[in-house]
């Protein structure tokens, strides 16, 4: 009873915010109490709300109630002090899961206040004491609470490993030294600690070099989103005006206009801010590199820090950016083709508009990126190619989304039309491609295994009639394919054949980058695997069509729907 009672003083003369005893107490309207300066910083806080709360009870108080010391309260804690009596620890003060506990503490463990490298403990603030006051500990190393001072034992001699071996690269004790690892290049943990120190501080100027830079480039890319905004509206609003001046014909002209700067505005933003994603990721990363290196460079155990230095990974350099601006015209040719269109008049039309969309895809404001590495990162620019049944050839079928094309021996009801191909099984996708974009096409082998398809791209000029090589694909300098026959790849341009696999594939994967001038196609397995079969790097000079060729009965080329399908499995987010 008489602890109760002891247990019930503490809880009684003890400050509900700082849990230690009172000190300068003051007692609030609602009848509860505090140290001053508790209570002061705790209603400092709350000045903005103009309403001060007692933090036991909740009770509000409008204005700031002016607080003097309890007198009374304040001797009878003198008196408990006197008595020996002092506030129980407060949870704080306790060691938790990621706290370093006292060693010396028995029941509920104290929080370390410092590790000792001599002693190979750790020490809460009562039990550290004799290090301070006695000569024996004089020369006993403190440091700050370490959990990994076992580290620090040589395993072989229980001795603390004070040496380095750089012969093979780990921490050793002094019988080490002159047994196991005698004749090696051995030094102390200290030299060895302060030649690496030096190398951390270069690796950390070098992070900071690259952290101004990279903020450097950051700005630079906002400036540049800022500039295709601007560049942008203005073109639309000249074209606008142009448009309004053709009346009725031009309207509709005017319209697509807008939307394609728009779409383009928002794909080149898109690009940029892209960039800028990955500028902010490798900064972040950087200065969390920067903040673990600085952390390690304050270790004050020499071991420590040099095995800790040693099992950082080596600092990786990300692929070189470079914020190489092409010359600074965004939309203006967008500006000049529509005005040279307004003079033209409707015979022109159409060749206008053709040029009007082709200069709209000249817009770069950064340099070509690299092709990507991985499936996850070709995905990233998944393309739906619908196809133009106005292009397909009679003897091709199309199913009702105009994603597949089937070869038949029956000819198909289509109208005439000049874009369609009269020969060859040919047909080409409804949308021209520009920028970066990623498709695939499944092959459906039909009857006699053996080939019959070919995988292509081409401008829209290329030949419909007749039976020559201007008009199939791969054949003529409009065009590049891959084609499978005779159990084999062989790559087609300009009718120059290149031979370059002999196995069968399913699945083709197309890669373009048009402003790079960048075109490779793949095999891609079963397990999505991707090889590349050949890759083509010219200069464009016209939109491309997406395209391909079925010669044998019932086989067929199926477009996927990479979004969907790369969904349904699981492996596209």
Known sequence: MAQRGVQLDRETFSCLICLDLLKDPVTTPCGHSYCMSCIRAHWDGEDEKRMYSCPQCRQTFTPRPVLLKNTMLAALVEELKKTGLQAAPADHCYAGAEDVACDFC????????????????????????????????????????????????????????????????????????????????????????????????????????????????????????????????EAVEHGEKMFTELIRLMERRSSELKRQVRSQQEAEVSRVKELQEELEQEIRELKRRDAELEELSHTEDHSQFVHSYRSLPALTDTHSFSTNFRPLRHFEGVTAAVSELREKLQDALRDQWTNISWTMTQVDVLLPQPEPTTRAGFLKYAQQITLDPNTACRYLFLSEENTKAKFLIKTQPYSDHPDRFLYWPQILSRDSLTGRCYWEVDLGWGWGADGGFSVA?????????????????????????????????????????????????????????????????????????????????????????????????????????????????????
């Open 457 to 573: 791209l081409t401008y829209k000029g290329i030949s419909r009639e007749g039976e020559s090589n201007d008009n199939k694909l791969g054949r003529n300098d409009k065009s590049w394919s891959v084609d499978y026959e005779d159990h084999g790849y062989q790559f087609y341009h300009n009718n120059i054949k290149t031979h370059i696999l002999k196995s069968e594939c399913f699945r083709v994967g197309v890669y373009l980058d048009y402003r790079a001038g960048l075109l490779s196609f793949y095999s891609v397995s079963k397990t999505k695997t991707m090889t590349l079969l050949y890759r083509v790097q010219t200069c464009f000079t016209q939109p491309l069509y997406a395209g391909v060729r079925v010669c044998k009965m019932s086989a067929c080329a199926d477009f996927i729907n990479l979004r969907q399908s790369e969904v349904v499995s699981g492996t596209l987010g």
């Open 106 to 233: 028995t029941g509920r463990k104290l929080k370390a206040l410092k590790s000792c490298l001599v002693c190979l403990v750790s020490y809460c603030e009562q039990h550290l004491q004799p290090h301070y006051e006695s000569a024996a500990f004089e020369k006993h190393k403190l440091v700050e609470p370490s959990r990994k001072l076992q580290e620090n034992i040589c395993s072989h001699h229980d001795e603390v490993m004070k040496m380095f071996c750089r012969t093979d690269q780990q921490s050793i004790c002094y019988l080490c030294s002159v047994n196991q690892h005698k004749g090696h290049d051995t030094l102390p943990a200290a030299a060895e600690r302060t030649e690496r120190q030096t190398e951390l501080e270069r690796s950390r100027l070098n992070i900071q070099q690259r952290i101004q830079d990279r903020e450097k480039d950051l700005k630079e890319l906002q400036q540049e989103v800022e500039d295709i905004s601007s560049s942008a509206d």
